[in-house]
């Protein structure tokens, strides 16, 4: 590859919203470089495929893909494979075992040096790993690979907390908070590229401002109320032992967050809860979800479980299973606990759950909380929502309501007299539920002339409350 040319640069985006942002910086880094920058793979001079490693499913489809783009060799356009994300900061050199066509691989703390591997990749192969923990780099200059008008806006990196079910401290470091100055001038260069729903991730949401002195999660999301153009901000991962009262505040009161929280409790029994690592002393769960329920009446909770813990019961799956029934949550998603290397329960416990013990109580959850989701959706039904308009093609008209995550959780299918311009917030009448989707008609009228809290007070006069 010749030192003056610019080759063309692809990217293969796995895992979770917080690689998805990693992507798009590189992507950004690269174009303000001067790369040209295609979307289609097997066009490009040069492919950067993304890896997650948080899960084996996920290593194995992280393996599949660069093994895929490595095909593209063969015909002699693709010149480089790069690889990046958890799997080249965990496993850098089985990588290399397994994969010899990688000819850079480039750890997390070192995608600052990502222009120039890729400027000299004839002189693989190449390797940039470390462990440095810095303070979280300024991610405006993005090259976004969501629809125009979402985007996801990253507060921190690395965690603290100690899961003892979970690798990511191990490679992506302690946590670090942005500074809050960056994290809204963030915010709003999104909203001038388009965005009008924000979705706030990182490992651990509600330590946000831990390490900065005078800041927490809630003072930093009463600074989203002033910009203008942005519609919705929600919140995903907030663990449950930092849910402030000030935050629960800040829900209730601001009319850009929209009314659903991700809080993942993991499990409802003590004992599971300790073997866990989660921080649970002096929490009560139970109390917690429902301060949160009484003092923002209409939001929608997520949550998710894993089942089959080290040391799981029967007697512990069971109180699971009865909180899961007795709480209904809105929205709710089931893990099966598999061991992963570098992590304080796989040195620690014998996982001693059979696997079909595992898949027979996620399966138990599941049909119960089926049940409970689509009583919820049927609730909806006659109610006047706003739905954000996501997609239109040959399939149809799809949006979400306040109610529902990108990528996530439920879809609304427009019917009749549109437009149904993609991006807009409009104003629909909810004509029928279909398990976890809904379907709408579009209302004529101003989504800037409904209430904040039109679904809210809805929800508490209306007849037929799922809970």
């Given at each position: 590859?010749?030192?003056?040319?610019?080759?063309?640069?692809?990217?293969?985006?796995?895992?979770?919203?917080?690689?998805?942002?990693?992507?798009?910086?590189?992507?950004?880094?690269?174009?303000?470089?001067?790369?040209?920058?295609?979307?289609?793979?097997?066009?490009?001079?040069?492919?950067?495929?993304?890896?997650?490693?948080?899960?084996?499913?996920?290593?194995?489809?992280?393996?599949?893909?660069?093994?895929?783009?490595?095909?593209?060799?063969?015909?002699?356009?693709?010149?480089?494979?790069?690889?990046?994300?958890?799997?080249?900061?965990?496993?850098?050199?089985?990588?290399?075992?397994?994969?010899?066509?990688?000819?850079?691989?480039?750890?997390?703390?070192?995608?600052?040096?990502?222009?120039?591997?890729?400027?000299?990749?004839?002189?693989?192969?190449?390797?940039?790993?470390?462990?440095?923990?810095?303070?979280?780099?300024?991610?405006?200059?993005?090259?976004?690979?969501?629809?125009?008008?979402?985007?996801?806006?990253?507060?921190?990196?690395?965690?603290?907390?100690?899961?003892?079910?979970?690798?990511?401290?191990?490679?992506?470091?302690?946590?670090?908070?942005?500074?809050?100055?960056?994290?809204?001038?963030?915010?709003?260069?999104?909203?001038?590229?388009?965005?009008?729903?924000?979705?706030?991730?990182?490992?651990?949401?509600?330590?946000?401002?831990?390490?900065?002195?005078?800041?927490?999660?809630?003072?930093?999301?009463?600074?989203f109320r002033d910009i203008d153009g942005l519609e919705w901000v929600?919140?995903?991962?907030?663990?449950?032992?930092?849910?402030?009262?000030?935050?629960?505040?800040?829900?209730?009161?601001?009319?850009?967050?929209?009314?659903?929280?991700?809080?993942?409790?993991?499990?409802?029994?003590?004992?599971?809860?300790?073997?866990?690592?989660?921080?649970?002393?002096?929490?009560?769960?139970?109390?917690?979800?429902?301060?949160?329920?009484?003092?923002?009446?209409?939001?929608?909770?997520r949550t998710t479980f894993i089942v089959g813990f080290p040391g799981?019961?029967?007697?512990?799956?069971?109180?699971?299973?009865?909180?899961?029934?007795?709480?209904?949550?809105?929205?709710?998603?089931?893990?099966?606990?598999?061991?992963?290397?570098?992590?304080?329960?796989?040195?620690?416990?014998?996982?001693?759950?059979?696997?079909?013990?595992?898949?027979?109580?996620?399966?138990?959850?599941?049909?119960?909380?089926?049940?409970?989701?689509?009583?919820?959706?049927?609730?909806?039904?006659?109610?006047?929502?706003?739905?954000?308009?996501?997609?239109?093609?040959?399939?149809?008209?799809?949006?979400?309501?306040?109610?529902?995550?990108?990528?996530?959780?439920?879809?609304?299918?427009?019917?009749?007299?549109?437009?149904?311009?993609?991006?807009?917030?409009?104003?629909?009448?909810?004509?029928?539920?279909?398990?976890?989707?809904?379907?709408?008609?579009?209302?004529?009228?101003?989504?800037?002339?409904?209430?904040?809290?039109?679904?809210?007070?809805?929800?508490?006069?209306?007849?037929?409350?799922?809970?």
């Amino acid at each position: 590859m010749h030192k003056t040319h610019k080759p063309a640069v692809g990217m293969v985006s796995l895992g979770c919203p917080k690689n998805l942002v990693d992507s798009e910086v590189m992507l950004g880094d690269l174009a303000d470089g001067s790369f040209p920058i295609t979307g289609d793979p097997s066009q490009a001079e040069v492919v950067i495929v993304n890896t997650c490693s948080f899960i084996e499913a996920a290593r194995q489809e992280s393996i599949d893909a660069i093994r895929q783009i490595a095909e593209l060799k063969k015909s002699g356009q693709l010149k480089g494979l790069v690889v990046t994300g958890c799997m080249a900061q965990r496993y850098g050199d089985l990588l290399r075992e397994q994969v010899p066509e990688i000819d850079a691989i480039v750890g997390m703390s070192n995608y600052a040096h990502l222009k120039e591997t890729v400027e000299q990749l004839e002189a693989r192969p190449s390797t940039r790993v470390d462990g440095r923990c810095e303070r979280p780099k300024d991610e405006g200059l993005r090259l976004r690979l969501t629809a125009r008008h979402t985007a996801y806006l990253r507060l921190s990196e690395g965690c603290d907390n100690p899961c003892t079910f979970c690798a990511i401290p191990g490679f992506r470091g302690s946590f670090r908070s942005k500074q809050p100055e960056q994290v809204l001038a963030e915010a709003r260069s999104l909203v001038a590229d388009g965005a009008v729903e924000l979705n706030l991730i990182s490992q651990d949401l509600t330590s946000y401002g831990k390490d900065l002195e005078g800041w927490d999660l809630a003072r930093l999301l009463h600074g989203f109320r002033d910009i203008d153009g942005l519609e919705w901000v929600r919140l995903l991962y907030a663990y449950p032992a930092f849910v402030s009262d000030a935050l629960i505040d800040e829900l209730a009161e601001n009319p850009k967050l929209v009314k659903y929280l991700d809080i993942p409790i993991q499990h409802i029994a003590q004992r599971m809860l300790r073997r866990m690592g989660r921080l649970y002393k002096g929490l009560d769960h139970r109390a917690l979800l429902a301060r949160i329920r009484e003092r923002v009446p209409g939001i929608a909770l997520r949550t998710t479980f894993i089942v089959g813990f080290p040391g799981e019961t029967e007697a512990d799956f069971e109180e699971l299973l009865a909180f899961v029934k007795s709480f209904r949550f809105e929205r709710l998603g089931v893990f099966t606990y598999s061991t992963e290397e570098g992590t304080p329960a796989g040195k620690r416990f014998e996982d001693d759950v059979p696997e079909a013990v595992k898949l027979e109580r996620q399966k138990r959850v599941m049909e119960a909380q089926q049940e409970i989701a689509w009583q919820y959706q049927e609730s909806l039904v006659g109610r006047e929502l706003d739905v954000l308009v996501d997609s239109a093609s040959a399939d149809g008209v799809r949006g979400r309501t306040p109610m529902d995550a990108p990528d996530i959780d439920g879809v609304v299918w427009m019917a009749g007299e549109g437009p149904f311009p993609v991006g807009e917030l409009l104003r629909c009448r909810i004509l029928a539920a279909q398990g976890y989707d809904l379907v709408a008609e579009r209302l004529h009228q101003a989504v800037a002339g409904a209430q904040p809290h039109d679904l809210e007070q809805q929800l508490a006069e209306g007849d037929g409350d799922h809970r």
